[in-house]
């Protein structure tokens, strides 16, 4: 049996084994199996040096994506600059980490129509925001504002900003009201603590609200994006679309994307 998992506290709420192991089954990869496993940053580095052989790969999310890259044997050039990788691929010469939410980012951004010039919006900045800025340079953004709840968090996301070429615009929560008016807004912060923006939030109907989260869903901001006739993208979609990537490295195998999307189709119905 060759296996794979997603990692992470928590994680009983995670689509991901859903996802992927549909994909087994449609190319009729019987010897493959993907699953759960609860793990916090502390637990990490005892986890991964602890996997035979038999493991393929992994799948991180939060609070995972930065302690990550401390694992890994190596790191690709994209997730040491952002400075966030949700994947692990077992290599000969150990643990190859990499990112997977940039393209998945990038791609449902651009079928959302968004190009060049854009103003983004970033809520948060944790491993997932980190994705998001290299996905508003990889479209072209002409700005962003990253809004956090503490000042250092900011800082922290400048340096990789300034090697993106990102015009990084820093803002505490308290302001994120007003940043709410860009052309796309990412919202990567845990369940709950986005919910107050949702209240007399004066969205433009143009806008994008990208909310990574998909438990529960809707969340209150995009449920309010929504009635205002923005575009919303959510995390299921981002799921999905990362999740390929991953398959794709994981197996060698193009991923069977209609069976994988209405086995999380089905999941969520």
């Known amino acids: 049996m060759t296996r794979a998992a997603v990692l992470g506290r928590p ?3 995670s689509l991901s084994p859903v996802i992927h192991n549909a994909g087994y089954a449609a190319l009729g990869l019987t010897d493959w199996s993907y699953t759960a496993i609860e793990c916090d940053e502390a637990g990490l580095p005892g986890l991964v040096a602890g996997l035979g052989p038999e493991w393929a790969g992994l799948s991180l999310t939060m609070p995972l994506k930065e302690a990550a890259l401390k694992v890994a044997t190596s790191v690709a050039p994209l997730a040491a600059t952002v400075g966030a990788a949700n994947t692990l691929v077992r ?3 150990g643990w190859y980490a990499t990112n997977t939410d940039v393209d998945g980012m990038a791609s449902l951004l651009t079928e959302a129509g968004v190009d060049g010039g854009a ?4 809520l948060g900045a944790g491993g997932t925001a980190r994705a998001a800025l290299a996905a508003a340079s990889r479209l072209a953004a002409s700005s962003v504002t990253v809004v956090a709840r503490r000042q250092f968090a900011i800082e922290e996301l400048a340096a990789a900003a300034a090697e993106l070429g990102l015009p990084l615009v820093p803002a505490l929560w308290p302001d994120a009201h007003a940043a709410l008016e860009a052309d796309v807004v990412i919202s990567t912060v845990p ?4 919910d107050p923006l949702a209240i007399n939030a004066n969205w433009r109907r143009g ?3 990208f909310d990574a989260l998909y438990d529960p869903w809707p969340t209150p901001l995009a449920d309010s994006a929504a009635r205002a006739g923005c575009r919303i993208l959510s995390g299921l979609d981002l799921l999905l679309a990362q999740a390929l990537g991953q398959f794709r490295l994981f197996t060698g195998a193009e991923p069977p994307v209609e069976a994988m999307r209405q086995a999380l189709a089905q999941a969520r119905s």
């Open 119 to 122: 103003r983004f919006t970033v």
């Open 11 to 13: 994680i009983a709420h």
């Open 207 to 209: 806008t994008i609200l």
């Open 191 to 194: 369940k709950g603590v986005a």
């Open 91 to 93: 290599r000969p010469d």
